[in-house]
Each structure stands twice: as C-alpha cells, then as structure tokens.
C-alpha cells in the first residue's frame, strides 16, 4: 500500500504544537516523527493528533531535553525503542507498519548534535556522538536491514559536499567533518540504506533542511545545512514516488530551524519522472 512519511526535528513540542497542526492539515501525511519533542510521555499532547485523526501514537520522551516521537493515522503492530551510549537518553523509537501482504520496520533517530569543538579528545559530547554513530553501525546490518525499512530523522551529519553551504569553510564545523560523514557513509553502506533524498535531487545540487537561528535574515544568507534524512532499504527503493523540502516552514512564526521532510512510497514500483517528483518549497 501507499504510505507518506514525514520526519521533523520541532525543536520542543509544547512551543510549537501550533506549527505541527498547521503542518498536518496542510500536507496530511500518513506518518510523522518528530525528533527533539522535549517532553516527557506524561506532557505529550496526544489530543491535537488524535483530533486530526493520528491515533496512533508512540512517545520515547524525557524532560527538557531530546525525546523522539511517531504519530500515525496507521496502527501499529509493534512498537520499540533502544538505548545508545549507556546514556538513558530518548534518542530512537522505532514501529511496525502493516504493507499490504507485509509489513515496513520505520525507525525515528534523533543522534547527538555533538557540540562545538570537532575533537573526541577534548570533547566528551563529540566523542559521544562518534559512539553513537558507531553504535547504530553495528546493529543497523544483516537481518536487521534484510527487509522492508525506512530510517528517518534529525541524523546530524550534513554528509556530501553540497548538503552545506560551503564545503570548504564547514571542514572544521562539527556536523560536517570527514570523521562525520564517513562514519554516516559506513552506517549508511553497512545497511544497503538508499538517500531518498539524494534518489531525486542530483548530488551536484545545493539540499538544506536546516538554517541556524544565528542569521539576522536565514533567507538572504541562505546558510543551510542538510541534517534531516530519509533513508529506506532496497527492498523498497522502488516504490520511491517523490520527496518534499517543506522549507517555507522555516518562515513561520517562531519555527524550528529545521524543516519538515516528506517522502512518498508507492504501493507498488514506480517508474520515476525527474521533472515531478522532488519538490523544494521556496523559503517563503
């Protein structure tokens, strides 16, 4: 069957439910994870979903910080949620989906930012985010990753040349350095993962799903980053029907600095058009 998912870092839930309804009822996505809610289950505001008709409703969240969410208008016939690190922090949560005369494994990750100075040594939340990487490697291969699956979310890691505005300049600046982003490539190998993203948009084009708050005009600067990804295995890589940046988003009133990402699965494989089927809003 078909299916649309989408994938959103809100920067804090309860600040923002407002920019997540209006998101909803513009676009209707089957599915939505949303990385960084900053709520704990007891705070969720599983009432604005369930009035749209998302009843289904997985929260792994902890107070004030992190916390990662799936909200559905399918339900689920499993749900889970791991541990990185030893940490005890709410960074994955993961459901089944049922697809026709099978099922679809969607995981939602929310990895360390890991902090200012690209240096394990001397910094313990880049060393953290490095381990976390390293830990998502190991488990996301072989049977895990030998079926039906999308990975989505907040990875934060801007892994090709033209996913940050400057290549050159952002070497040095953690989300982009090679240690990042060849550790995100071996996640990304280690499990036959497909770039949805990059599927539809050449790599030689310019793709950001984040723009920092520290721009007085994040339009005229246009100083973006992609750290928003959508992943599936191959045994879906063909029913990829499109993918959409919703980057007027980053215009709304009081917004995330991320933006939401949207892909659409077909029931069945698809014959792509490269003229219709990626869609980046203006950042209006």
């Not at 979903?49 to 909200?71: E, S």
């Not at 922090?89 to 902090?115: C, E, K, Q, T, W």
Request: glycine residues 6%.
């Amino acid at each position: 069957m078909s299916v649309t998912i989408a994938t959103w870092n809100i920067n804090s839930l309860r600040l923002r439910a407002r920019l997540v309804g209006r998101f909803l009822d513009r676009h209707r996505p089957d599915v939505l994870c949303l990385q960084e809610i900053k709520t704990p289950e007891q705070f969720f505001p599983y009432a604005m979903f369930r009035r749209r008709g998302y009843d289904h409703i997985l929260v792994n969240g902890q107070k004030g910080y992190h916390g990662v969410a799936i909200i559905s208008k399918r339900p689920f016939t499993a749900t889970a949620t791991r541990g990185f690190c030893n940490k005890g922090d709410s960074r994955h949560a993961s459901v089944i989906l049922p697809d026709g005369d099978g099922d679809i494994l969607l995981h939602n990750f929310y990895v360390p930012a890991g902090g200012d100075e690209p240096d394990p040594a001397v910094n313990p939340k880049f060393a953290h985010k490095l381990a976390f990487l390293e830990e998502m490697r190991l488990w996301l291969t072989g049977a895990e990753t030998d079926r039906r699956a999308i990975l989505v979310g907040d990875l934060n890691v801007a892994p090709e040349v033209n996913d940050v505005w400057s290549h050159r300049q952002l070497l040095r600046v953690v989300s982009h350095t090679p240690v990042e982003t060849e550790n995100l490539e071996r996640i990304r190998a280690a499990g036959g993962w497909v770039d949805a993203l990059r599927r539809f948009v050449p790599p030689e084009e310019k793709l950001y799903t984040w723009w920092s708050y520290r721009a007085p005009d994040w339009r005229k600067a246009n100083k973006g980053r992609r750290l928003d990804h959508i992943w599936v295995t191959p045994h879906l890589a063909d029913r990829l029907e499109g993918i959409e940046i919703v980057a007027a988003a980053r215009g709304w009133a009081r917004p995330s600095d991320h933006v939401p990402v949207i892909a659409r699965l077909a029931s069945h494989e698809v014959t792509r058009r490269p003229d219709s089927v990626a869609t980046v809003q203006p950042a209006l």
